[in-house]
């Protein structure tokens, strides 16, 4: 239980980075940036285990920096879509 608190704080944190990162308005809740900043943990984590810096649940700095990017393309790609369903 306590890892999936971590997960959700770490992907808080990472999301709220994130949108500081990105330039722009965005209309994404906190629910999203949470969602998003965890999805960007989890990829952040597996490409640091790929390189060998640590494993997928470990908080390392290369696992974070490629974290907060993922979490920066994962936040656009995600405007990209919902500001399209909007002017629909």
Do not use: C, H
Request: hydrophobic share 60%.
């Amino acid at each position: 239980m306590m890892q999936i608190i971590g997960l959700l704080i770490v992907g808080l944190i990472i999301g709220a980075l994130a949108r500081l990162i990105k330039p722009g308005k965005q209309t994404l809740g906190i629910a999203m940036t949470m969602l998003l900043g965890v999805v960007g943990a989890l990829i952040g984590g597996w490409i640091a285990s790929l390189l060998g810096t640590g494993g997928i649940t470990e908080l390392n700095f290369i696992g974070f920096i490629i974290a907060v990017v993922a979490a920066v393309l994962l936040i656009g790609v995600a405007e990209g879509t919902m500001g399209s369903r909007r002017r629909v």
